[in-house]
C-alpha cells in the first residue's frame, strides 16, 4: 500500500500561493493521486485528484512529475479560511476483494495556518 | 441529495455498553467506508464496503467493533462492549467509485466513553 510523506505544517500569509508538496516513492501504476481538506469539526473534503501532469480546477491546482514519486498541491492567494489539514492519498478506490489495495488511506496531513 | 448522513452527532456512554452508530450513504453510491480519527493516530481506516459487501475489514480494531451494511441505504458501526480507548470521532464516506478517489465524508460522531 503507497504511502505518502508531507510536511507537518506550514504558514503563510493572506494572498500568497501556497504550494504544498508530498513524496509517494511506492505509488503504483494504477494509483490516483488526491489531496483531501479537513477543518476542524468537519469530515475530509475532496479537493483534487490527478494521474500525471497537471491538474487544476477552481480551488487548486496539482502538479504531478513524470516518475510521479511526488506531487504538489497549489493554493493561489490563501485567505484566512483555508487554514485546515491537508491531506495526500494515492490510491484508486476501485479495486477487488482480495486487494488491500482499494482502501484511501490517509496520512497525518499538512496544517495549513493563513494569517492576516 | 443531502450528502452522507450520520448519526447520532454527539454520544456519551459508559465503559461496557453497546454503542451503534448509524450512516446513510449518498443514493447511487456503491462503496461506503467507516473512519476512525484520534489526535493520536489521525484518520484510520476500519472496513469498506463495495454493493454492501465488506471488502477490507482488517482495520476493525478487534473483535468488539462490528460493521455491517443490510442495504445501499444503510450500514452501522458496532462497538460491543465499549471501552474509554474507542473514545473518538467516527466518520462514514460513500463513494461512486468512478471518480477514482473521491469520497463524500459525514459529519462524523463524536463517541465518549467514559
Known amino acids: 500500500l503507497a504511502k505518502t510523506t508531507q510536511p507537518i505544517s506550514m504558514d503563510s500569509y493572506e494572498g500568497q500561493e501556497v504550494n504544498i508538496t508530498c513524496s509517494h516513492n511506492n505509488i503504483a501504476t494504477n494509483d490516483y493521486i488526491t489531496w483531501y481538506q479537513q477543518f476542524p469539526s468537519q469530515g475530509p473534503r475532496f479537493i483534487i485528484q490527478g494521474y500525471k501532469t497537471k491538474v487544476t480546477n477552481e480551488v487548486a491546482s496539482l502538479f504531478i512529475p513524470a516518475d510521479r514519486k511526488s506531487s504538489t498541491l497549489s493554493l493561489p492567494r490563501v485567505s484566512l479560511s483555508d487554514t485546515a489539514v491537508y491531506y495526500c492519498?494515492?490510491?484508486?478506490?476501485?479495486?477487488?476483494?482480495?486487494?488491500?489495495?482499494?482502501?484511501?488511506?490517509f496520512g497525518r496531513g499538512t496544517q495549513l495556518t493563513v494569517w492576516p | 441529495d443531502a450528502g452522507v448522513i450520520q448519526s447520532p452527532r454527539h454520544e456519551v456512554t459508559e465503559m461496557g455498553q453497546e454503542v451503534t452508530l448509524r450512516c446513510k450513504p449518498i443514493s447511487g453510491h456503491d462503496y461506503l467506508f467507516w473512519y476512525r480519527q484520534t489526535m493520536m493516530r489521525g484518520l484510520e481506516l476500519l472496513i469498506y464496503f463495495n454493493n454492501n459487501v465488506p471488502i477490507d475489514d482488517s482495520g476493525m480494531p478487534e473483535d468488539r467493533f462490528s460493521a455491517k451494511m443490510p442495504n445501499a441505504s444503510f450500514s452501522t458501526l458496532k462497538i460491543q462492549p465499549s471501552e474509554p480507548r474507542d473514545s473518538a470521532v467516527y466518520f462514514c464516506?460513500?463513494?461512486?467509485?468512478?471518480?477514482?478517489?473521491?469520497?463524500?465524508f459525514g459529519q462524523g460522531t463524536r463517541l465518549t466513553v467514559v
Open positions: 492519498l494515492v490510491g484508486d478506490i476501485r479495486r477487488r476483494r482480495g486487494s488491500t489495495l482499494g482502501r484511501l488511506y
Open positions: 464516506a460513500s463513494s461512486p467509485g468512478q471518480t477514482r478517489t473521491e469520497a463524500f
